[in-house]
């Protein structure tokens, strides 16, 4: 499949890229729940509270004009919306609060979430010609921003949305979110019940379950794993210069990805796609940066617990449910070894978690340890956004064209990257961020990776 601008293992777009527009953003609201909700103060789990999720993170829809819903307004049913959904996830309309041993809670106030709505003079196509997918030019204009210097505790909201409408009648969801409330899933959970409400529903099809007591440390805390993705130290790591960063996003077509599967050894014939990609990306991003042979190197993926959970979550649980373990090599023994050994060490992150003990047994490090920060050193964070679907949020205009997180990369320093791998037709869209020099390196490795797989067999 040729796609203009879309090469197999090539740039897609920059993030240098900036489009000249003008959007005109009325000053943003509080928006509360349609009816009185309790007041009352709800813990959140020690699973929920982790030092990494204290943050916020940012997830964008984007629409195409519906000749159904010609004359109808995008940011009054989305607005109306919002505020019917929050008489049932309530606490996201809360503030919150920090108590004694870090611990987080959400005092339930009813003071709702920040809401703005924009107009922009510029179409759908101006976001992706051919496709959408992150990184996406001008963020800034059509997103609410959490400002940096507020903290996340506080009389601030826990959301941050804005509908830009487009001149093509289409339009823009944007959602800036406090992690600690809800992971992906959870985030999902709650955009699809504000689609089924805009069209109409008296409540959502699933309703929400809080019940975070359910995933705080057991009593006593036991902790049966190594846990290296919270080491102590945080000391060294190659140094990567923040302003001077190359956002851009390579497309992993199935055809690629079977080509990479080809140059791996039979006991690994049968791994993910996602895997061989992680594996991929990590190896040649290394040796783009090109750390010292003997500095540690770490790999970690966000993992989603819901479905090894035991007993099982309530349906409707919508608070984190994610882990993230992690490998830990040196730049050498990546760089110098063949692809298989980065997909080995992918694979045996994964394995980390094969039970809901891993989970329980973060649960317990976070009480234990006063809730550590992750290490940060030369650490590469991955997370699959396959399954997760903000896309399917639909509230007349039928499912999204693209849905999933705005930036693409997060790094919060020059020494942690975090990734979100986003599904496209039969792939995987990565978003890679480097110094231009860097970025070159990085280009040039994975053409010659792919240039020289081995050729599918002719029988």
């Known amino acids: 499949m040729h796609i203009k601008g879309f090469v197999p293992w090539y740039v897609v777009m920059a993030s240098t890229k900036r489009l000249t527009l003008r959007v005109t953003r009325k000053t943003p609201e509080l928006l509360c729940p349609a009816v009185s909700t309790p007041n009352e103060f709800k813990y959140l789990s020690d699973i929920d509270d982790q030092s990494f999720l204290r943050s916020y993170a940012a997830s964008i829809n984007f629409y195409k004009k519906n000749p159904s819903m010609e004359g109808k307004d995008p940011v009054k049913i989305i607005r109306?919306?919002?505020?019917?959904?929050?008489v049932f996830y309530y606490p996201l309309a809360g503030r919150l609060r920090e108590h004694t041993g870090r611990k987080l809670v959400v005092e339930c106030t009813g003071q709702g979430v920040m809401f703005a709505e924009a107009d922009a003079d510029a179409t759908l196509?101006?976001?992706?010609?051919?496709?959408?997918?992150?990184?996406?030019?001008?963020?800034?204009?059509?997103?609410?921003?959490?400002?940096?210097?507020?903290?996340?505790w506080g009389d601030i909201p826990l959301m941050f949305i804005q509908?830009?409408?487009?001149?093509?009648?289409?339009?823009?969801f944007s959602n800036n979110f406090n992690h600690t409330v809800c992971d992906g899933v959870g985030l999902s959970q709650f955009l699809s019940a504000v689609g089924e409400l805009a069209r109409g529903a008296s409540s959502p099809s699933i309703r929400p379950v809080w019940e975070r007591h359910l995933l705080m440390a057991p009593q006593?805390?036991?902790?049966?794993?190594?846990?290296?993705?919270?080491?102590?130290?945080t000391s060294g790591g190659t140094l990567v210069p923040l302003d001077v960063m190359e956002e851009r996003s390579f497309y992993f077509s199935s055809a690629e990805i079977s080509a990479l599967r080809r140059s791996l050894p039979p006991h690994l014939q049968r791994c993910s796609k996602f895997e061989i990609v992680a594996g991929c990306t990590w190896r040649c991003q290394t040796i783009a940066i090109s750390p010292k042979p003997d500095e540690e190197i770490r790999f970690s993926v966000f993992i989603d617990n819901r479905k090894i959970m035991k007993p099982r979550l309530p349906i409707g649980y919508y608070g984190n449910v994610i882990v993230f373990p992690v490998v830990v090599t040196t730049a050498g023994e990546l760089s110098k070894n063949p692809l298989h050994y980065a997909v080995e060490l992918v694979r045996k992150a994964k394995r980390e978690v094969v039970t809901d003990e891993y989970l329980r047994s973060v649960a317990s490090l976070m009480v234990m340890r006063d809730r550590p920060s992750m290490t940060e050193a030369n650490t590469y964070v991955v997370s699959n956004m396959t399954h997760v679907g903000f896309e399917q949020m639909d509230v007349g205009w039928g499912t999204a064209e693209y849905g999933g997180m705005s930036k693409g990369i997060y790094r919060p320093t020059g020494k942690i990257q975090i990734a979100w791998y986003s599904p496209f037709k039969d792939g995987f869209v990565v978003p890679v961020s480097l110094p231009l020099e860097s970025m070159k390196v990085f280009e040039n490795k994975l053409q010659v990776m792919m240039t020289t797989a081995p050729k599918p067999s002719s029988l």
């Open 80 to 86: 109306e919306a919002i505020a019917k959904a929050l």
């Open 163 to 172: 509908v830009t409408r487009l001149k093509c009648g289409g339009f823009i």
């Open 220 to 233: 006593p805390p036991c902790v049966s794993f190594a846990h290296r993705e919270y080491d102590a130290s």
């Open 125 to 152: 196509q101006h976001f992706g010609e051919d496709a959408l997918y992150p990184p996406f030019p001008n963020l800034d204009d059509i997103s609410l921003e959490m400002p940096n210097n507020l903290g996340i």
